[in-house]
Structures are given as C-alpha cells and as structure tokens.
C-alpha cells in the first residue's frame, strides 16, 4: 500500500500563484508515475500533470502547460505542483495519485492509489 497526503491548497486572486505538495509513504518503491488530477463540482476528474518517479519524465494536459509545473524531491518522496498565472477555471479539488505500470499519465484508472484531495479556489 502507497499512502499520499496532499498539502498547500487554498484561496487565491487570479493570476497568483500556489503550490501543492504529495508526500508519499508505504511501499514507496512500488511507484512508476505519480499524477495530479483535479475535479472542479459537476465535472468529472481530469487529468492535470504527472511525472515518472525514476526517470523524471513530465506530462501536462494543454490547459495548464506552460503555467504548472510538476516536479519532484525523490530523497523525501514527495512530488509538488507549480501552479502560475492561476484562473477561475483552475478552481478544484486536486488530487495527487500513484501508478505502479506505465501507460497513459492522464487515465485515472491507471493510477492504484489516491491522495484525500486539496481545494484550490481562484477568485476573480
């Protein structure tokens, strides 16, 4: 079991900034690919970010590239998401999540194990 606790959420003026933290613990060497995802209410989950724990690969979904950036501290197994020039639209709850296989970053299904979620809530 991979146990994940997100942490750094909260209210902020469009165009700030904020970053999330996943601190992981448990059976940490079972980790391929660590994810974020977010859902805002009434929508479904999406894909937001991710980052291979070895090789250091990252992934973004269009509609945060160049804004977020994932990366990762592997000495304390925690993974953070950079998140600039924040909108609105980024309002949601983020969740961090744990792929032990490869395959596509942006599947929710992929991913065995997930954080409780932090809310992140950008004011106009």
């Known amino acids: 079991q991979v146990q994940l606790v997100e942490s750094g959420g909260g209210l902020v003026q469009a165009g700030g900034s904020l970053r999330l933290s996943c601190a992981a613990s448990?059976?940490?060497?079972?980790?391929?690919?660590m994810g974020w995802f977010r859902q805002a209410p009434g929508k479904e989950r999406e894909s937001v970010a991710a980052?291979?724990?070895?090789?250091?690969?990252?992934y973004y979904s269009d509609s945060v590239k160049g804004r977020f950036t994932v990366s990762r501290d592997n000495a304390k197994y925690t993974v953070y998401l950079q998140m600039n020039s924040l909108k609105p639209e980024d309002t949601a709850v983020y969740y961090c999540?744990?792929?032990?296989?490869?395959?596509?970053?942006?599947?929710?299904?992929?991913?065995?194990?997930w954080g409780q979620g932090t809310q992140v809530t950008v004011s106009s």
């Open positions: 999540a744990a792929a032990r296989y490869g395959g596509n970053w942006y599947v929710p299904t992929q991913y065995a194990y």
């Open positions: 448990g059976r940490t060497f079972s980790i391929y690919r």
């Open positions: 980052i291979a724990w070895s090789s250091g690969s990252t």
